[in-house]
């Protein structure tokens, strides 16, 4: 069956250091993957796309990979600081189903 | 507001009423969609609605959920007969287009509660 996983755990790091998301999927076959922010009480919102053919994106602070072989994306964000701390959602398209499913997401913490 | 809105924000019911839920998109994006995000969970889809198109409904849980979109702007989702289950928040965005680059804006959502 179709799955996405993303860190199974909350996330905690330290301000200033590297943050990194993992996202892994399997019986997918996405030709884009979109990562989203979400604060408490909010609707998610759009960081970064990156399609299929691509390896890396980067946006600011944001840095996006995406293994097709190993069926995994990686979201980093580099000097990590307290504003930071939200859930991270990773999101497929699937040519074959025409809209977006959306993994259950990560909680991530920056502490001061 | 250039925002996706919706209302109301709150919705509290008593398990066998019917509730409505509203959903304004973007002005001038073409793509909608409903979806539901329990406690601690991820989304899950419900429908989608593209231009004049028929609305793919492969998300929606059961015959008790409908949703409609009028003048292929305002949207609304009915959940009859409301269960316990139900209780979510209901989250609406909306896109340019369903081209897997646009990026979907999201509403605040709507959170229901089933008593």
């Known amino acids: 069956s179709q799955k996405i996983e993303q860190n199974s755990e909350a996330l905690n790091i330290q301000e200033g250091k590297t943050a990194t998301l993992t996202c892994n999927y399997t019986?997918?076959?996405?030709?884009?993957l979109q990562w989203y922010r979400q604060d408490p009480g909010r609707g998610p919102v759009f960081l970064l796309l990156i399609r299929e053919n691509e390896k890396e994106k980067r946006k600011e602070r944001l840095k996006v990979t995406f293994d097709t072989t190993l069926k995994q994306s990686l979201f980093h964000i580099t000097a990590s600081q307290p504003a930071d701390s939200a859930t991270y959602l990773c999101a497929l398209f699937s040519g074959s189903a025409r809209q977006l499913t959306f993994g259950s997401g990560t909680q991530l913490t920056v502490l001061p | 507001g250039a925002g996706v809105s919706q209302s109301p924000s709150n919705k509290v019911t008593e398990k066998g009423k019917d509730v409505e839920l509203r959903c304004d998109p973007i002005?001038?994006?073409?793509?909608l969609y409903w979806y539901r995000q329990s406690l601690g969970q991820g989304l899950e889809f419900l429908i989608y609605f593209q231009g004049n198109s028929a609305p793919d409904k492969s998300g929606l849980p059961s015959d008790r959920f409908s949703a409609e979109r009028t003048g292929g702007s305002v949207s609304t989702l009915t959940i009859q007969r409301t269960q316990q289950e139900d209780s979510a928040v209901y989250l609406c965005?909306?896109?340019?287009?369903?081209?897997?680059?646009?990026?979907?804006?999201f509403g605040p959502g709507t959170r229901l509660t089933v008593l």
């Open positions: 965005a909306s896109s340019l287009g369903n081209s897997p680059g646009n990026e979907q804006f």
């Open positions: 019986n997918y076959s996405p030709a884009y």
């Open positions: 002005s001038g994006h073409t793509a």
